[in-house]
């Protein structure tokens, strides 16, 4: 089994700022890249940032400048570091880890449960 577990979100005024986390666990045998994403009620899930086991980042153009993302390899655990926040930036942060299992030995993609980030006006 593995589990994705978030923490972090909460209400912040605009121009605050949050710091999500996700922590992988159970039978890992390499994560090869984890990433957040966001969902608003009637659109679709977008990617907001993701990272590589190397360090290489890739981020939506409407959070660069403002979002960081970094992941601690030995703690299987990626942060985004939100700053600037803007009331548009107010949805469901879900946690998502591209990874192979120790067994069976299968690479697939896992989810978190999600968690919430509202900013106000």
């Known amino acids: 089994q593995v589990r994705l577990v978030e923490s972090g979100g909460g209400l912040v005024q605009a121009g605050g700022s949050l710091r999500l986390s996700c922590a992988a666990s159970?039978?890992?045998?390499?994560?090869?890249?984890m990433g957040w994403y966001r969902q608003t009620p009637g659109k679709q899930r977008e990617l907001v940032a993701a990272?590589?086991?190397?360090?290489?980042?890739n981020y939506a153009d409407s959070v660069k400048g403002r979002f960081t993302i970094s992941r601690d390899n030995a703690k299987n655990t990626a942060y985004l570091q939100m700053n600037s926040l803007k009331p548009e930036d107010t949805a469901v942060y879900y946690c998502?880890?591209?990874?192979?299992?120790?067994?069976?030995?299968?690479?697939?993609?896992?989810w978190g449960q999600g968690t919430q980030v509202t900013v106000s006006s």
């Open positions: 159970g039978s890992i045998f390499r994560i090869h890249a």
């Open positions: 998502n880890a591209d990874l192979t299992r120790t067994w069976p030995a299968v690479r697939n993609d896992y």
């Open positions: 990272i590589t086991s190397a360090a290489n980042t």
